[in-house]
């Protein structure tokens, strides 16, 4: 039987408990996803301090947002992978590219070469958070990240098991955005991977 994992994607938007702190980012969850960077310029402005509490402590990734206001896909990618580099968790964190189509900026072949950037560069790929009815645009050596909010327990694996039909490297599912959390002052997406943590953590490496 497959063993499931779960945890938040997080940004600014999300305020933990007074109780708790930026502590929460480790207690909702067994990984954690969070904002990096948007655009050209922006930088989450919580995001130096949830890397202070993850950094070796817990399995995370951060993630760009593709902004249509700004520049090429190619320019915003190098952005973020120049933030991460500057900040010293280029090596640790998994990478991902939020890319909602029809919202953010980018075509399929210019997500694939800004992703063949970053492998010359890093030695790894960064994962695509999709929406589910996009999944087919990406390319397949891409790991997906995909949206569809069920706003159910995701004890409906039989649907993830599914949805990892339709694309060869999905490996991890954004079920909900509404979850209940005691750690965070209101809802939170939530997600599910079936791989186990370590795997998780090498999301996107290049073998």
């Given at each position: 039987m497959s063993t499931y994992h779960h945890g938040p994607d997080l940004s600014h938007?999300?305020?933990?408990?007074s109780a708790y702190g930026t502590k929460a980012l480790t207690l909702e969850g067994?990984?954690?996803?969070?904002k990096a960077t948007q655009g050209l310029s922006y930088i989450d402005p919580t995001f130096k301090d949830r890397l202070k509490v993850l950094s070796g402590q817990h399995h995370y990734g951060a993630y760009h947002y593709l902004s249509r206001k700004d520049g090429k896909v190619l320019?915003?990618?190098?952005?973020?992978i120049n933030t991460l580099e500057v900040l010293g968790v280029i090596n640790e964190s998994v990478l991902c590219l939020d890319w909602e189509e029809g919202l953010t900026k980018g075509t399929a072949l210019e997500i694939e070469d800004a992703c063949k950037w970053v492998a010359d560069r890093t030695g790894r790929v960064p994962m695509i958070y999709v929406s589910y009815s996009n999944i087919n645009l990406v390319p397949e050596l891409l790991p997906v990240w995909a949206a569809r909010?069920?706003?159910?327990?995701?004890i409906?694996?039989?649907?993830?098991?599914?949805?990892r039909n339709l694309h060869p490297n999905i490996v991890m599912w954004q079920w909900t955005n509404k979850k209940e959390s005691k750690y965070f002052t209101s809802k939170i997406d939530y997600n599910v991977t079936h791989l186990d943590l370590k795997a998780w953590q090498k999301i996107g490496t290049m073998v």
């Open positions: 938007w999300n305020t933990p408990m067994d990984f954690c996803m969070i320019d915003q990618v190098k952005y973020y909010w069920r706003d159910v327990d995701a409906s694996y039989n649907l993830y098991s599914m949805m």
